[in-house]
């Protein structure tokens, strides 16, 4: 079974500038996850869909980040414009089920790609 | 918001020998989930072990086994037998029954051979 997939692995940009991130979860899994890992912290949630609907994005900085999963399959994240706080490692994750059933799925996590903002 | 709080940012232990690993987090909720997650320093993040708030049997798997106690809001791993390949980082992890999830800041686990 494949594993869930990220692109691209490292990423360098200026501030100011946009970057995009993208996510191939397991085949069949509903739930979705995108979260931001600063260096020396655990990860942070930002955004967690179920197919294409957005479950819960309370703590996405909706001014700059926005992220969408369409026909419930792959997803991206896009950071508009980058601030040198966005520094971090972005990780996704994908579960198999959706609502009440999802608490106890396992999560598989990506390799995550790893955000450097100058 | 909940919170999840590792105390040890680093812990040793040498090979063979039993760590344990401590987690506490802050809920009003009665209904909720745990898990302990590694990070190898290849970064891709692992399930070790989860809880049901509701269960009040420790889970087990194989070597790692927890301490739940839910009065206290704690949620400890312990690991017998460590082995060379446990050296990561663990991160101690809440679920909301309306899916929020938060993790703790993490524990750095160097097993000495």
């Known amino acids: 079974e494949a594993g869930v997939a990220q692109s691209p692995r490292y990423k360098i940009i200026e501030k100011r500038q946009s970057v995009a991130f993208w996510c191939n979860p397991i085949s069949g899994h509903a739930t979705l996850y995108w979260y931001q890992q600063i260096l020396g912290q655990g990860p942070k949630l930002l955004i967690q869909?179920?197919?294409?609907?957005?479950?819960?994005d309370s703590q996405l900085p909706k001014d700059r980040f926005s992220a969408e999963r369409l026909k419930g399959v792959d997803s991206t994240l896009k950071i508009q414009p980058a601030k040198l706080e966005d520094s971090a490692v972005y990780l996704c994750?994908?579960?198999?089920?959706?609502?009440?059933?999802?608490?106890?799925?396992?999560?598989?996590f990506g390799p995550g790609t790893r955000l450097t903002v100058l | 918001a909940q919170t999840v709080t590792q105390s040890q940012p680093e812990m040793s232990v040498q090979e063979a020998e039993t760590v344990t690993l401590s987690c506490t987090y802050d809920t009003s909720e009665s209904d909720y989930y745990l898990f302990w997650y590694k990070q190898p320093p290849s970064r891709q993040m692992i399930l070790v072990i989860r809880q049901e708030a509701y269960k009040q049997q420790n889970a087990t798997e194989n070597r790692f086994s927890v301490n739940f106690q839910k009065a206290a809001k704690s949620f400890s791993l312990k690991i017998s037998d460590s082995q060379l390949g446990d050296a990561a980082m663990y991160f101690c992890?809440?679920?909301?029954?309306?899916?929020?999830?938060?993790f703790g800041t993490g524990t750095s686990l160097t097993v000495i051979p």
């Open positions: 869909f179920q197919n294409n609907g957005v479950v819960d």
């Open positions: 992890a809440y679920r909301s029954t309306g899916n929020q999830f938060y």
């Open positions: 994750a994908s579960s198999l089920g959706w609502g009440r059933a999802a608490s106890t799925d396992t999560q598989y």
